[in-house]
């Protein structure tokens, strides 16, 4: 599994990603409200991280813009 700084910088690479390719949906996301991992927990971090990343990666795939 990634470590935690390789998923942030993918997560920031996907949501660049987002918002250049559909910025509608770099709208939603920025309106959505985000669940903040507890940082007592590094290995929680990192699957929320994980998580996260895998929810972005599946939306970009999967979005129709309605043009």
Do not use: C, G, Q, W
Not at 36 to 55: A, G, H, Q, R
């Amino acid at each position: 599994m990634k470590l935690e700084n390789e998923l942030n910088a993918d997560i920031l690479n996907i949501t660049m990603k987002i918002r250049n390719v559909y910025p509608e949906l770099y709208k939603y996301l920025n309106e959505m409200t985000e669940t903040i991992p507890d940082i007592s927990k590094p290995e929680m971090n990192t699957i929320v991280l994980f998580n996260y990343y895998n929810s972005l990666d599946s939306m970009l795939k999967e979005y129709k813009p309605n043009h």
